[in-house]
């Protein structure tokens, strides 16, 4: 009887769970599930949209992989992109978070400050740096000109325009920077009481205990800042078209324009797969090796 | 009986209004898609009442995207991917060829010849091939066509002492004239205005008989000297000349519309472009400004076209009516006519040779003189290539950053890129063929 009675409650626990959860299946199912499941089969056909797409097999995966130069260009440019933005966010992001963990007059306002960039419209984003990396007429330039350093053209310039991107970058730093701050102040004050009892310095207490305990934050923001950096697009949409050259023309740049350019959709969702793989690989192998790093208190109590 | 009265008499009523509603109502309703929006798409809005002044039965529903002539392609594209195309629609001779090619527009041969529209009553070269047809059959009729000239800030030249451009001046002229008005005002060693603003450099290359591509042959001839020269002539005239604007020292002007500051002796733009858009915005009271012929090259002197079409959607259930609505427009001198008052892209010849578009009121005498004169001389890019604005985009236009930068000669970067716009041209080719 009791048996029965656990089940009944697992029921409508099960129903509660599928009810509650049902509005994003549904959505799911309507809005993303039906474009994943046709865009994999339109990276099997030519089509540009105007006339029915022609079966083709791995004809776009091998062209890209094996013939395009840009294909591979691009995915360099987003590669060094993304090892240089994730960097700069995941260091300066744990850098602001930790100067917003101070106990100080007005911090809740600087944390508010700090963050308000992240939610700004990449677009206008975008416009406010072109001004600011002007060579003629931006105020990096002229900072630059106070030590009499002549500023490059840094968007025309084939060496500098992606670095001025990673550096633009860090105008997101606010997200993780919440993260880590929630991280921050999860450490039990304890450990850092004992720290000092022991005599540890600060850096010591940065490197053993600050570290380790938000790890498990650190992990989660190294697999959003991989993801996202892997996915950049608008900065080089608005900015620079991909230019210098080459220099900037980001994967899913080169996904778009070969989508809406040159209406080539098959080789587009090929492009959107490989992606696709790229990031789960990527995402795999950090969780993989995440173990040798991440400190899970739970874990070590278990 | 009492209670069924009022009520016979309501459904009555109602079954009168439903009657007469739908008698007023007109038989058939088309879409039309065109990027005109602004100032361009309420003149367009004028087109259209006229229409639907005259044609009850046909209704017309414009559809323009939002914004910008960017978003039109995209929208155009997924309506008919989605299978709801417009009826009647406006397409750019850049990707034109691409729905000929894949016949979703109703070939218009035989309305042409039954309806007896005569190919000499529009402006010269807004009919040929690559415009409007494709392997021999004419699919769309000219639509907000136009051609290039050098548009001029006169009061730029009257400071100068420089004569206004005329017909046979020379690429030499363009130099010493520029040179002559780029000007440091304030003496701070940084130029305040400039000769000429950045150039859109393909009627260059053609004023020096170049091409992108061999027409004969359908090979790339972005190698050749004719080609090569002229990039580079453009390139020196920021790096060497130092009349025309590095991109950054542009922008600090404007980030768009340079030549709307007057801060520009000359610089390329459309014939109605200039007149249409600089009337609306009243220029005038900014500065004196005016339309030149282009510079003559070793070819002597040409201009550049950029033709676009209207088109008939094979998915249209009104193919009569889409047809006579096109013709309308592109044709009848009720159109035509308004697109003369607001000096907005009129195709017909002989709406242009009428004294209101020539001299237009308000602004100059013989204004529009050098567009009608240039008119008969025109030379088109080579759209109907396939696979050329592919290779344009993709390979020839990243590689231009390295000349205009100084890092490369012309020469040198046009040579590195050929073979892979050659590689562009033949897959296309080989397409077309399958």
Do not use: M, N, Q, Y
């Given at each position: 009887m009791a048996k029965l009675r656990i089940s009944k409650t697992a029921l409508r626990e099960n129903l509660e769970f599928y009810l509650f959860i049902s509005p994003w299946i549904i959505g799911f199912i309507a809005f993303s599930a039906g474009p994943i499941i046709t865009s994999f089969s339109l990276s099997l056909t030519e089509w540009d949209l105007l006339s029915p797409p022609q079966f083709v097999g791995a004809a776009n995966y091998a062209n890209l992989i094996f013939k395009d130069d840009l294909f591979w260009q691009s995915l360099k440019v987003t590669v060094i992109y993304s090892a240089g933005s994730i960097t700069l966010h995941l260091s300066v992001g744990l850098v602001i978070a930790l100067l917003m963990n101070q106990n100080v007059r007005g911090i809740l306002a600087y944390r508010t400050i700090y963050y308000l960039p992240s939610v700004v419209s990449g677009v206008a984003v975008s416009l406010l740096f072109i001004w600011i990396f002007n060579k003629e007429y931006g105020i990096l330039n002229y900072f630059l000109s106070w030590f009499g350093i002549k500023g490059p053209d840094w968007l025309a310039s084939r060496k500098f325009a992606l670095p001025s991107l990673i550096i633009m970058s860090l105008w997101g730093a606010g997200g993780p920077m919440l993260i880590y701050l929630a991280g921050l102040q999860g450490i039990p004050t304890q450990l850092y009481e004992a720290a000092i009892v022991d005599g540890a310095g600060v850096w010591q207490k940065f490197c053993h205990i600050t570290i380790p305990m938000i790890s498990p934050v650190i992990l989660f923001n190294l697999i959003m800042g991989f993801i996202h950096a892997f996915q950049v697009f608008t900065e080089a949409f608005v900015m620079t078209s991909g230019g210098p050259g080459y220099a900037t023309y980001f994967y899913v740049l080169y996904l778009y324009m070969n989508a809406f350019k040159w209406f080539k959709m098959g080789m587009a969702s090929a492009q959107a797969w490989i992606l696709f793989a790229l990031i789960l690989l990527g995402t795999l192998i950090i969780f993989k090796t995440s173990s040798r790093w991440v400190y899970y208190e739970a874990e070590r109590r278990r | 009986m009492g209670k069924l009265y009022p009520l016979s008499l309501v459904l009555a009523l109602g079954f009168a209004v439903a009657i007469g509603g739908a008698l007023a109502a007109p038989k058939v309703e088309l879409t039309y898609m065109s990027w005109f929006t602004g100032v361009q798409g309420e003149i367009e809005e004028q087109v259209l009442n006229a229409w639907r002044a005259k044609n009850p039965d046909i209704a017309i529903k414009k559809i323009s995207p939002p914004g910008v002539y960017a978003t039109y392609q995209d929208k155009l594209f997924t309506m008919i991917a989605g299978g709801t195309p417009p009826d009647v629609v406006t397409l750019d001779t850049w990707w034109s060829q691409r729905f000929y090619k894949r016949k979703v527009c109703i070939e218009i041969s035989s309305l042409v010849e039954r309806d007896k529209v005569d190919p000499g009553m529009f402006r010269d070269g807004f009919w040929e091939e690559g415009i409007s047809s494709y392997d021999g059959k004419l699919y769309g009729l000219p639509w907000g066509t136009g051609i290039v000239v050098m548009g001029i800030n006169k009061n730029k030249f009257d400071k100068a002492g420089i004569p206004y451009p005329k017909m046979g001046w020379t690429i030499n002229d363009f130099v010493q004239y520029a040179k002559k008005m780029t000007i440091d005002i304030d003496g701070d060693g940084k130029t305040d205005e400039w000769g000429t603003a950045r150039q859109w450099f393909a009627p260059w290359i053609y004023f020096n008989g170049g091409d992108y591509v061999d027409r004969k042959t359908?090979?790339?001839?972005?190698?050749k000297p004719e080609f090569t020269q002229m990039l580079q002539f453009i390139a020196d005239l920021t790096?060497?000349?130092?009349v025309q604007p590095t991109p950054s020292e542009q922008m600090g002007i404007a980030r768009t519309g340079v030549e709307t500051t007057g801060k520009m002796g000359m610089w390329i733009s459309w014939d109605c472009y200039l007149s249409g858009t600089f009337q609306q915005m009243d220029m005038r009271k900014k500065f004196e400004w005016g339309m030149a012929y282009l510079p003559a090259g070793s070819v002597g002197p040409i201009t550049f076209q950029k033709g676009n079409t209207m088109v008939i959607m094979k998915a249209t259930k009104y193919p009569e009516e889409s047809w006579q609505f096109m013709k309308w427009y592109s044709t009848s001198d009720e159109a035509q006519d308004i697109l003369v008052k607001t000096l907005t892209y009129p195709v017909s010849k002989k709406a242009i040779q009428k004294e209101e578009f020539l001299s237009p009121p308000g602004l100059y005498k013989n204004l529009m003189e050098p567009s009608v004169k240039l008119a008969p001389i025109i030379k088109r890019l080579p759209y109907d290539v396939p696979g050329w604005t592919e290779a344009y985009n993709k390979i020839l236009i990243p590689a231009l950053d390295a000349i205009w930068s100084g890092d490369k000669t012309a020469q040198q970067a046009m040579n590195e890129i050929a073979a892979k716009f050659d590689q562009i041209l033949d897959e296309e080719a080989k397409a077309v063929k399958r």
């Open positions: - | 359908g090979k790339s001839a972005i190698t790096l060497k000349e130092r």
